[in-house]
């Protein structure tokens, strides 16, 4: 009589995809602690941001959950100790990780070549449209000094130029 066949290895499963829910509460506990330039809790940015690109995700082709996703978590990244590898780890989609890469800042880099990789992954292009708006509402700047408002007004102003450019510009390639 055959001998029975060894059963087969089981395979570990990837972890579950975690919720929007779950992004709002790493986000918010990444954050504590931090404060925007007016003084008030940093995720409130976040959040605002996650608001909007639900909103024009849409409109602009792309996954609306995915974009709000990387939304909330767009300065994670950047601004604590959680890295691109513990969100692909904890099983955020490799689009949302991508976006947030693609929105995290570099030590040392130029702002064109950040917007550049920005401009080439399309959640990471609404995702940051929404932030520059955000951090550009007259509503907001106007609790800061006139001094500081109107020096941001200009640096968005000009970076929303330069992205809208980088992304006519990667257009026009695609095309050819």
């Known amino acids: ?13 990837p972890p579950p995809r975690p919720s929007l ?25 976040p959040l605002r941001v996650m608001d909007t690109v639900g909103r024009t995700a849409p409109a602009a082709g792309v996954d609306p959950s995915l974009a709000q996703m990387a939304a909330i978590l767009h300065d994670v990244v950047e601004d604590s100790e959680v ?21 995290s800042h570099r030590e040392g880099e130029p702002q064109e ?11 990471a292009v609404v995702v940051k449209r929404a932030d520059m708006a955000d951090n550009s509402d007259p509503r907001r700047l106007g609790r800061l000094p006139a001094e500081d ?12 130029r330069l992205l809208d450019d980088l992304v006519l510009r990667n257009a026009g390639t695609r095309a050819r």
């Open 1 to 13: 009589m055959p001998e029975p066949a060894a059963a087969p290895t089981p395979q570990p499963q």
């Open 21 to 45: 829910e779950d992004a709002v509460a790493l986000a918010a506990r990444a954050h504590t602690g931090q404060l925007d330039k007016a003084g008030d809790e940093y995720i409130g940015h």
């Open 83 to 103: 890295t691109l590898d513990d969100l692909a780890a904890s099983g955020y989609p490799p689009a949302v990780v991508a976006a947030v890469d693609a929105l």
């Open 113 to 123: 070549a950040y917007l550049a990789r920005v401009a080439a992954d399309r959640i």
């Open 149 to 160: 408002a109107q020096r941001l007004t200009t640096r968005y102003a000009g970076r929303r």
